[in-house]
């Protein structure tokens, strides 16, 4: 017959699947286990670390490209801004005199609201809410050239700028504002 097998008695040592046996975690130090604990929590630290670094560099990236972002399309704006303004003095100006040379300011203006507006679209793509109002700002921008700015040139070529002047001027500042 088989004798039984004698077993030990199951103790509170590690439990299965454990990577050290249970002798030989019996027969480290504890000087020796304290120092992987210790190896252990420093690994530990040593990668949360490493994440934190990591993700705070790339957070630090994202708000640097959104700060110069902002920085430029406040740049864009502020160049909108500044060329329907000077669009509409010139077209003032030209209405009230007739004076050809009002007109220069006129087309640089064009010539650098279109450039803002087009620097603004490639800041804001991606910013549906933005895009809709950008759109808004050029199609106010387009009606006012079509209705007040076109007309007045035409008029004021045709020599009838001071019979329609303060029409133009009325009207197209409504419109401008």
Sequence with gaps: MDEPVAREP???GPAPG????????????????????????????????????????????ERDDLIHRVARASEA???????????ETAIRGFTLTGDESFL??????AAAADDALERLEGLLTGRPHLDDELQEIRAALDEWRRLTAE???????????????????????????
Aim: no cysteine; proline share 5%; hydrophobic share 45%.
């Design 10 to 12: 199951a103790g509170p």
């Design 18 to 61: 454990s990577r050290l046996p249970p002798e030989r975690v019996r027969g480290l130090s504890l000087r020796t286990r304290l120092a992987l604990l210790l190896a252990l929590v420093a690994v530990f630290l040593l990668s949360v670390l490493a994440v934190q670094l990591a993700y705070q560099a790339r957070l630090s990236d």
């Design 77 to 87: 704006v502020g160049d909108l801004r500044a060329a329907g303004v000077d669009q």
């Design 104 to 109: 220069e300011p006129y087309e640089q203006g």
């Design 151 to 177: 007309p007045a040139l035409e008029a004021g070529r045709q020599g009838a700028a001071t019979a329609r002047s303060e029409e133009f001027l009325v009207e197209g500042r409504e419109r401008f504002d």
